[in-house]
């Protein structure tokens, strides 16, 4: 076998060199012949890996912005992959994490899938399970990247709408009518379909049907702001 890829403090010019648009599989355990092997059968699969050997030196490194899933172990020198799991979801960035460990228990399976794990496996792990949770951790990456882009995307867009605008908005996606609209912000039908024409262009939409959708897109917290009255 080959020597395994580098740890995290000497990660940056591998990072650098890599695809970021390919997938990258991050390993995390701290047994070396685990990281090895590992990184052997990810790289039979056609796929980009960087190894670690605790949680520590991986969040030390720079590579969680592109796409791609983590192998943890769970019990490790410091902080643990369960804990690992957590702070990543606490600190916004759910990365898809496939759990291979030699000291599983119910318990703990059922935390971590419960916190959102792809699978829970036990070493020693056949490859192919192992490559299918792999690809789905991948997949599963990909649609969330591409959902939090459209996100981005109709809050910038939104974030053009005077306030007014945004009231008319809210109204529409609940499926209210220019009439009832015009009467609950006393203004009139024409001034409302002004507003919800200038809506339907800034969010660049070309039916009611596309403008609902984007509105469901937007964070919870954008939405209730959008229920206050412009104050004039």
């Not at 740890?7 to 060199?17: D, E, F, V």
């Not at 912005?65 to 979801?89: E, F, K, N, T, Y």
């Not at 109709?154 to 709408?161: G, K, M, Y």
């Not at 009467?183 to 024409?197: N, Q, Y």
């Amino acid at each position: 076998m080959t020597g395994e890829q580098p740890l995290a403090r000497r990660s940056a010019p591998l990072s650098q060199q890599r695809d970021t648009e390919q997938p990258l599989v991050i390993i995390v355990d701290d047994d070396a012949s685990v990281r090895e092997g590992l990184s052997e059968l990810i790289l039979s699969a056609g796929l980009q890996s960087i190894c670690f050997a605790s949680t520590r030196e991986f969040l030390d490194a720079d590579v969680l912005d592109g796409p791609g899933c983590l192998i943890l172990d769970v019990r490790m020198p410091g902080a643990s992959g369960l804990d690992l799991q957590h702070r990543l979801a606490q600190s916004g960035n759910p990365k898809p994490i496939i759990f291979l460990t030699g000291h599983g228990d119910i318990p703990m399976t059922v935390q971590a899938m419960k916190a959102g794990a792809v699978d829970f496996l036990t070493k020693p792990a056949r490859d192919q399970t192992l490559l299918d949770a792999v690809i789905a951790g991948i997949a599963m990456d990909a649609a969330r990247r591409a959902d939090a882009v459209v996100v981005k995307r109709n809050v910038e867009r939104h974030e053009t709408l005077t306030p007014r605008e945004r009231q008319v908005l809210r109204e529409v996606a609940h499926g209210r009518v220019n009439k009832q609209i015009a009467f609950d912000l006393g203004i009139s039908e024409i001034t409302v379909k002004l507003h919800r024409g200038n809506v339907m262009r800034k969010m660049e939409v070309a039916s009611i049907g596309e403008l609902i959708r984007a509105w469901e897109t937007l964070p919870a917290t954008i939405r209730d702001t959008s229920a206050a009255r412009p104050s004039a």
